[in-house]
């Protein structure tokens, strides 16, 4: 490969260079970090690549950020990726979160489908800086989107189906069905009237397809009341885009505020969590600095 490293900005290159890596996610194999740190030593850049235990990753991560390099590389899961972005923040070191995970849903929305190999030697030779920017709801940061109310009891149903355990996915969806009533939501964007909703979905503009820009989260609110609407909201689910369900309705959201009569449960990119009855919602204009391909020309 022997290619130097590309400038990123003006008068600014990479030089110095950490990188964690979770040897428990499910993308990560035994010879990940030898393969990591030769494609560095390829580029000629001066490198550090750790690989603690599972206990370990928060002061892998901390440790590596406060050497102040030029780059951080992160080849783990989103949890991990999620941490990594919020030790960066917008002033830290530029981020490059690999693939390492099962669902790898931020280095999806940055990359595409691609191996994580290929991924950092391209962004090493050809990558330019691009802001991330993010939301939070209780508290809580995301980088793609977060899932308030009865889908999120969908989830344990889609990780059973993508292991084919078809007998659990079913114990699983009984579960949520009875489940599906008993959050109902209320949700307010700063300046419009409160709504009332069954779910609520908060989609970054790394992933939306429906906002013209990037200034805002994509705020999509679920209207449904039937158990047949929640059959089919559960179908669009399993697939990936509940979005699809026409009982969605969606606007800009910069600040908000959900609240229910109970703990709201909540996908945050992809992980689950309880949130409590009532949470604020805000919108975070450049949460970090990813290393990245620059943008396809379309023509």
Known sequence: MNKPARALAAETSIRRVEAVINPASGGVGPQSAAALKQILDDFGLESRVLSPSAGEIEYALQAAVQAVPDLLIVLAGDGTAGRAAELCGPDGPLLAPLPGGTMNMLPYALYGPKPWPEVLADCLWRGVERPVSCGEVGGHRFYCVAILGSPALWQPVREATRHSDLAAA?????????????????????????????ALSLICPLISRALATENSLEAAGLHHRDLMELFRLGFHNLLGDWRADPGVITEPCIEGRVWARRRIPCLIDGEMRWLARSANIRFHPTAFRALAPPPEIKP
């Not at 699983?172 to 009332?196: C, D, Y």
């Open 170 to 198: 079913w114990d699983k969806a009984l579960i949520a069905l009875r489940q599906a009533f008993s959050t109902r939501l209320r949700f307010q964007v700063a300046g419009e009237a409160p709504q009332k909703a069954i």
